[in-house]
């Protein structure tokens, strides 16, 4: 069997007295679109931010492609950090500069300084970047300002970022939380298009239960920071849903 993109290995991760995540385990596979569900709180954004190394777990340990990502030089980080396209539940993107500029950002770990300074001003690789725009249905969004796109726009601009960057593992934190049905549905469509065509890897936070079944072949339910289920999305019951989002705890 293939080796494991992810293993992660007792991982907690606390913050000032708060235990966001606790002696976590799992390991993913290329291929997998694995979704984590779970509560406000229960973890899904800190477990993402430990698997693109924004994060370092505070015990545990998280390999990545067989690599202990915290004894990483940066320089080694960052080459694997290159292949790990993030859209952040905050989205992160500069809103006093045009649409492109957001999407070229995809191209950061790639380009050159002087190269990405260039391109602030004649802006690089144009057709990528309408391209990915149009993948996501707002070509015509290209010289506006970020800050005034809507919030689902400005959820699809992350998103064409992402595309632009084209990493092997996109990891997605609630990317559909400002989108209207029709809209989650096409970016569901699309995240999921990425991994069967491209073969990418997919983890992606949803508080939506529907898209999680409906898009990601296994779902990971985080409560309270623990792992309650791990298992394909056919299999989950709804007996592990409502102890999952229930007051009971975790035991
Ligand atoms: N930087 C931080 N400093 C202090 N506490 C934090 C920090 N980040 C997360 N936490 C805490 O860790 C816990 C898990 O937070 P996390 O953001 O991972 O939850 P989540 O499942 O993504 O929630 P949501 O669905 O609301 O996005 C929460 O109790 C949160 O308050
Ligand atoms: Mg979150």
Request: contains cysteine; glycine residues 8%; proline residues 4%.
């Amino acid at each position: 069997m293939a080796e494991p993109i992810f293993v992660g290995r007792s991982l907690s991760c606390f913050f000032r007295g708060v235990t966001a995540l606790k002696d976590v385990n799992f390991e993913i596979y290329a291929g997998e679109k694995v979704g984590l569900i779970g509560s406000s709180g229960a973890g899904k954004s800190t477990l993402l931010n430990l698997l693109n190394g924004k994060l370092t777990p505070t015990t545990g340990e998280l390999q990545i492609w067989g690599k202990n990502l915290a004894a990483l030089s940066t320089k080694q980080r960052r080459k694997v950090q290159r292949n790990i396209g993030t859209v952040y539940q905050q989205l992160n993107l500069v809103e006093s500069l045009a649409v492109i500029h957001n999407v070229n950002a995809g191209h950061l770990g790639r380009w050159s300084f002087p190269k990405a300074a260039f391109s602030l001003i004649f802006p690089c690789d144009r057709p990528l970047a309408e391209k990915a725009l149009q993948q996501v249905g707002i070509p015509e969004k290209i010289f506006e300002r970020t800050s005034e796109l809507s919030g689902g726009q400005k959820q699809r601009v992350a998103l064409a970022r992402v595309l632009v960057q084209d990493p092997a593992i996109i990891l997605a934190d609630e990317p559909i939380s400002s989108l209207d049905p029709q809209l989650s549905q096409d970016m569901m469509d699309l995240l999921g298009e990425l991994c069967d065509r491209q073969g990418k890897t997919l983890v992606v936070s949803l508080h939506s239960l529907e898209f999680a079944k409906s898009h990601c072949d296994r779902l990971i339910g985080l409560k309270q920071g623990e792992i309650l289920f791990d298992s394909p999305a056919d299999n989950v019951t709804d007996e592990q849903i409502a102890h999952l989002y229930g007051d009971s705890p975790i035991y």
